[in-house]
């Protein structure tokens, strides 16, 4: 038996856009602030009672259809998220349930923007030590009922999205396809840096009335913009390095990069860094904004689909976020 594979990838993307013009007409933001700053020009939020399960659901049925995979040959579950449908039970088993497969593990990995490759390489792991023959791994996000519409929340409103990817994994036969290696980092004391302190265990209380009246600011993600954009940019362009040297290989042998999508500039600058041609960037951010960990599923979904992603390709996937913690994987695909 080879290495590990993703076998078929789905995704689930609710229908309704809100454009940047949406947004300027809730807050003091405009369309040309947002493009010019992220590079994003839409995002979808749900629009109806669902939570990521649901979503991740979504996409777990296509990445199974397109995996040629039955539902009972899976054998565990990893869903990746930073806004589970409960603060208990896990996504993972809310998804299990939608999905109507009992019995076996299902577990969330909460590590926002790098959370799927942190959950691809527990199922790698998973799936390298024998222990588990098929893994499902999901990347799900609702970020639209948790942000900030007012002006005082405009910095992080406008660039995330609701979304979901999800993609089956197993081991493939002896060759030189799969994921080869995967790289984990984190440094916990930049905690502070891009956080939401609230509903949250530490405190007298979870939720006091002010929280409730949505008056306190501690209920909304909060991020130290240019820090974190610098950190994003040194800390992914180190991963990419150490994935591509772990392996033998030099940045130009990566055939396609697909970076977590937090902001095009991000990219960019990651990408003239590395004096690494853009058109070898795989980019979605423009059409459905941050959608943590669903974007790296979500952006290799449309790699897919447009050709760009071939099979033998060097694909190197690379992802930066809150704790901060950065991570990468490097594939032949
Ligand atoms: N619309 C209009 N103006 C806005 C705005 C909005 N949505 N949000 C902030 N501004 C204003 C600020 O108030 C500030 O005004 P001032 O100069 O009068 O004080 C000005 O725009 C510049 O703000 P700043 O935060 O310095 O902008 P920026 O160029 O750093 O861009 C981000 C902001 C958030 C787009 C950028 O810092 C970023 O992408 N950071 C990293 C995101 C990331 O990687 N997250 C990690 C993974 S989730």
């Not at 996000?141 to 993609?167: K, N, P």
Request: proline content about 3%.
């Amino acid at each position: 038996m080879g290495k590990t594979r993703i076998r078929g990838i789905g995704r689930c993307i609710p229908s309704n856009v809100v454009t940047n013009d949406d947004l300027s007409g809730r807050m003091d933001t405009t369309d040309e602030w947002i493009q010019q700053r992220s590079g994003i020009q839409q995002r979808h939020h749900i629009d109806s009672d669902c939570g990521a399960a649901d979503l991740g659901a979504e996409a777990a049925r296509e990445a199974l259809e397109r995996a040629k995979t039955r539902l009972e040959e899976i054998d565990c579950i990893v869903f990746a998220t930073l806004s589970p449908d409960y603060d208990m039970p896990s996504s993972a088993c809310v998804l299990q349930s939608r999905l109507g497969l009992t019995g076996v593990p299902a577990f969330d990995v909460r590590n926002q923007c790098t959370g799927f490759l942190y959950g691809l390489t527990v199922a790698d792991s998973f799936l390298q030590s024998g222990r588990y023959g098929k893994v499902l791994l999901v990347g799900g996000e609702i970020h639209s009922t948790g942000l900030d519409f007012t002006d005082r929340g405009r910095q992080v409103a406008v660039l995330f999205g609701d979304g979901a990817g999800a993609a089956v994994l197993e081991r493939g036969p002896s060759d030189d396809r799969g994921i080869l290696s995967t790289h984990l980092h984190s440094e916990g004391s930049f905690a502070e840096k891009l956080w939401l302190e609230a509903a949250a265990s530490r405190g007298e209380t979870r939720l006091d009335e002010e929280m409730i009246a949505g008056e306190d600011p501690k209920i909304f993600p909060k991020m130290q913009g240019r820090y974190v954009f610098k950190h994003a940019v040194t800390r992914s362009i180190e991963a990419i390095r150490e994935a591509v040297e772990a392996n033998g290989y030099s940045v130009d042998d990566i055939d396609l990069l697909v970076p977590h999508q937090a902001n095009l500039r991000i990219n960019q600058a990651v990408a003239m860094t590395l004096e690494f041609p853009e058109e070898k960037v795989v980019n979605n951010i423009q059409g459905l904004g941050n959608t943590t960990a669903a974007t790296i599923p979500l952006a290799l979904y449309d790699a897919l689909e447009d050709g760009r992603l071939t099979e033998g390709q060097l694909v190197c996937l690379v992802a930066f976020g809150a704790g901060f913690t950065w991570a990468s994987a490097l594939l032949r695909w």
